[in-house]
Protein backbone atom coordinates (compact mmCIF):
# COMPACT_ATOMS: atom_id res chain seq x y z
CA UNK A 1 0.00 0.00 0.00
CA UNK A 2 2.65 2.64 1.05
CA UNK A 3 4.70 1.11 -1.93
CA UNK A 4 1.95 2.47 -4.48
CA UNK A 5 0.97 5.65 -2.86
CA UNK A 6 5.34 6.44 -3.06
CA UNK A 7 4.56 5.26 -7.33
CA UNK A 8 1.34 7.56 -7.34
CA UNK A 9 3.77 10.23 -5.97
CA UNK A 10 6.43 10.20 -8.29
CA UNK A 11 3.83 9.77 -11.23
CA UNK A 12 2.27 12.59 -10.17
CA UNK A 13 5.62 14.38 -9.77
CA UNK A 14 6.59 13.07 -13.21
CA UNK A 15 3.19 14.10 -14.96
CA UNK A 16 3.34 17.62 -13.68
CA UNK A 17 7.22 17.89 -14.93
CA UNK A 18 6.06 16.50 -18.57
CA UNK A 19 3.54 19.39 -18.43
CA UNK A 20 5.52 21.91 -18.16
CA UNK A 21 8.37 21.01 -20.50
CA UNK A 22 5.44 20.98 -23.00
CA UNK A 23 4.05 24.42 -21.99
CA UNK A 24 7.78 25.53 -21.89
CA UNK A 25 8.70 24.33 -25.47
CA UNK A 26 5.44 25.72 -26.62
CA UNK A 27 6.22 29.07 -25.37
CA UNK A 28 3.39 28.85 -23.55
CA UNK A 29 4.59 30.60 -19.86
CA UNK A 30 4.23 34.01 -18.89
CA UNK A 31 6.85 36.27 -19.96
CA UNK A 32 8.36 36.56 -16.87
CA UNK A 33 8.74 32.96 -15.86
CA UNK A 34 9.67 31.72 -19.13
CA UNK A 35 13.05 33.24 -19.05
CA UNK A 36 13.62 31.28 -15.53
CA UNK A 37 11.62 28.26 -17.01
CA UNK A 38 13.46 27.89 -20.47
CA UNK A 39 16.82 27.67 -18.93
CA UNK A 40 17.66 24.07 -19.33
CA UNK A 41 18.85 22.65 -16.17
CA UNK A 42 22.81 22.01 -16.37
CA UNK A 43 23.33 20.08 -13.28
CA UNK A 44 21.29 17.29 -13.72
CA UNK A 45 24.23 17.00 -16.77
CA UNK A 46 27.23 16.88 -14.44
CA UNK A 47 26.19 14.43 -12.02
CA UNK A 48 29.03 13.76 -9.64
CA UNK A 49 27.73 10.76 -7.83
CA UNK A 50 28.84 11.70 -4.15
CA UNK A 51 29.50 8.59 -2.31
CA UNK A 52 27.16 8.38 0.82
CA UNK A 53 28.40 9.82 4.04
CA UNK A 54 26.01 7.75 6.19
CA UNK A 55 23.62 5.30 6.01
CA UNK A 56 20.29 6.76 7.08
CA UNK A 57 19.67 10.57 7.22
CA UNK A 58 22.85 12.27 9.00
CA UNK A 59 20.17 14.66 11.47
CA UNK A 60 17.65 12.41 12.23
CA UNK A 61 20.24 9.55 13.04
CA UNK A 62 21.69 11.99 15.67
CA UNK A 63 18.34 13.22 17.41
CA UNK A 64 17.19 9.38 17.08
CA UNK A 65 13.86 10.90 14.72
CA UNK A 66 12.66 8.49 11.56
CA UNK A 67 11.88 9.03 7.93
CA UNK A 68 10.00 7.95 5.45
CA UNK A 69 12.34 7.63 2.67
CA UNK A 70 16.24 9.16 2.03
CA UNK A 71 17.58 11.20 -0.64
CA UNK A 72 21.48 11.57 -1.18
CA UNK A 73 22.97 14.68 -1.96
CA UNK A 74 24.27 14.55 -5.25
CA UNK A 75 27.56 16.72 -4.55
CA UNK A 76 28.34 16.43 -0.64
CA UNK A 77 27.16 12.84 0.17
CA UNK A 78 25.02 14.11 2.82
CA UNK A 79 22.22 12.18 3.87
CA UNK A 80 19.13 13.94 4.50
CA UNK A 81 15.31 12.57 4.91
CA UNK A 82 12.26 13.17 2.18
CA UNK A 83 9.72 15.79 2.36
CA UNK A 84 6.81 13.22 3.15
CA UNK A 85 9.04 12.85 6.58
CA UNK A 86 8.46 15.00 9.81
CA UNK A 87 12.27 16.84 9.19
CA UNK A 88 12.42 17.24 6.09
CA UNK A 89 16.38 17.05 6.37
CA UNK A 90 17.02 16.80 2.58
CA UNK A 91 14.98 19.95 1.36
CA UNK A 92 16.65 21.69 4.47
CA UNK A 93 20.05 20.66 3.28
CA UNK A 94 19.43 22.55 -0.28
CA UNK A 95 18.29 25.32 1.43
CA UNK A 96 21.41 25.86 3.69
CA UNK A 97 23.85 24.67 1.39
CA UNK A 98 22.92 25.36 -2.04
CA UNK A 99 23.92 22.06 -2.87
CA UNK A 100 20.84 21.76 -6.35
CA UNK A 101 21.01 18.13 -7.06
CA UNK A 102 19.52 15.00 -4.82
CA UNK A 103 19.32 11.58 -6.05
CA UNK A 104 16.87 8.86 -4.22
CA UNK A 105 18.80 6.66 -1.85
CA UNK A 106 15.64 4.08 -1.95
CA UNK A 107 16.93 0.67 -3.35
CA UNK A 108 16.41 0.45 -7.03
CA UNK A 109 15.61 3.46 -7.46
CA UNK A 110 17.61 5.81 -10.12
CA UNK A 111 16.36 9.22 -10.17
CA UNK A 112 17.66 12.76 -9.84
CA UNK A 113 16.00 15.90 -8.86
CA UNK A 114 17.29 19.41 -9.39
CA UNK A 115 16.01 22.06 -6.54
CA UNK A 116 16.85 24.84 -9.04
CA UNK A 117 15.57 24.10 -11.77
CA UNK A 118 12.56 21.86 -11.04
CA UNK A 119 13.68 18.95 -13.18
CA UNK A 120 13.66 15.68 -12.48
CA UNK A 121 15.91 12.87 -14.69
CA UNK A 122 15.65 9.87 -14.55
CA UNK A 123 17.66 6.14 -15.51
CA UNK A 124 16.76 2.94 -16.26
ZN1 LIG B 1 19.42 22.48 -12.29
ZN1 LIG C 1 25.30 18.47 -0.05
ZN1 LIG D 1 16.02 13.71 8.70
Known sequence: MKQTRRQ???FLRYVAYRIRKFF???GLLPAARRTEMA???SHLDELKEASPKTDGCEECL???DTWVHLRLCDTCGH???CDS???KHATGHFHATGHPVI??????E???YCYVDEEMAELD
Open 62 to 64: KTG
Open 39 to 41: RLC
Open 24 to 26: REM
Open 8 to 10: LWF
Open 110 to 112: RWW
Open 85 to 87: SKN
Open 103 to 108: RSFQPG
Open 79 to 81: VGC
